[in-house]
């Protein structure tokens, strides 16, 4: 299994980045997806899932309303839409695949622990 995560960088507060994740190796069509990040000092944190049709997507509250999560089957990438930036979303950004085959429940996208695999990490940096 491999993930590569890629579109990371320097942006201004109330800028847009889009993130990229490219996968291989697995059968990425009936795997759920999801975001995390990390910031320097902190724990990794769920921003963003979404299910392995892309039928049903999940947020956390603090980007709910600027970032969307996206797929495309065909070519095996998941994507991060991200606006309205905030010095706050500084973190290095990795894209990670559930464990379990077509998993939908909200619990399962939002705990670190239901994903087995995990890209390198791309980082973003927001300045105000």
């Known amino acids: 299994v491999q993930l590569q995560a890629s579109g990371g960088g320097l942006v201004q507060a109330g800028g847009s980045l889009r993130l990229s994740c490219t996968a291989s190796?697995?059968?990425?069509?009936?795997?759920?997806m999801g975001w995390f990040r990390q910031a320097p000092g902190e724990g990794r944190e769920f921003v963003a899932g979404?299910?392995?049709?892309?039928?049903?997507?999940y947020y956390s509250d603090s980007v709910k309303g600027r970032f969307t999560i996206s797929r495309d089957n065909a070519k095996s990438t998941v994507s991060l839409q991200m606006n309205s930036l905030k010095p706050e979303d500084t973190a290095v950004y990795y894209c990670?695949?559930?464990?379990?085959?077509?998993?939908?429940?909200?619990?399962?996208?939002?705990?670190?622990?239901?994903?087995?695999?995990w890209g390198q990490g791309t980082l973003v940096t927001v300045s105000s």
């Open positions: 979404i299910n392995y049709n892309g039928g049903n997507t």
């Open positions: 990670a695949s559930v464990k379990r085959e077509r998993a939908f429940s909200p619990r399962v996208f939002g705990d670190y622990g239901e994903y087995g695999s």
């Open positions: 190796g697995f059968s990425f069509a009936i795997y759920g």
